[in-house]
């Protein structure tokens, strides 16, 4: 193959892995509404806060991350939904480390971590936000199901 070709071959691969890339960092972050009516049992995920199970949903809404070790932005989103979790009465946090629990990986999809689920008073997943969630995003989500 001629020089001329391979370098315009090699363009157009960075500018397909360009615009792949800015594709997906646009969905980052970003809630997705979920309106399958699937709830979710905490009983049933072995979910621990400060060492004792945790089997009861929050009163208005539950933020159930799924993290993982090697995850940079994990930590970060943590400390994020914990400071949430402190500001608004009857909220939970749960960080469940899916890198323990493969088999929630694949009940629930999670292909990226961070991924949050944000869960109704009942147990329902109203919406998912896959990558770091932005603070504004979780405070729309929690307005939207406080106001419901």
Do not use: Y
Not at 29 to 51: C, D, F, P, V, W
Not at 69 to 89: G, H, M, P, R, W
Not at 125 to 138: C, D, E, H, N, Q
């Amino acid at each position: 193959m001629p020089l001329d070709q391979r370098i315009l071959v090699l363009v157009g691969l960075v500018l397909l892995a360009s615009i792949v890339g800015l594709w997906l960092s646009s969905k980052s972050g970003k809630a997705r509404q979920i309106n399958n009516g699937e709830q979710i049992q905490l009983s049933n995920l072995g979910a621990t806060k400060n060492g004792k199970p945790v089997v009861k949903l929050g009163e208005k809404v539950t933020l159930l991350q799924f993290s993982s070790d090697f995850c940079s932005s994990c930590k970060q989103t943590s400390v994020l939904l914990e400071n949430i979790e402190k500001a608004n009465e009857g909220l939970l946090h749960i960080d469940l480390d899916i890198a323990e629990r493969l088999d929630l990986a694949k009940t629930f999809n999670i292909l990226t971590t961070p991924t949050t689920l944000i869960l109704d008073s009942k147990g329902s997943v109203v919406s998912r936000i896959v990558g770091a969630p932005k603070l504004a995003t979780i405070e729309a989500e929690i307005e939207k199901l406080v106001n419901k």
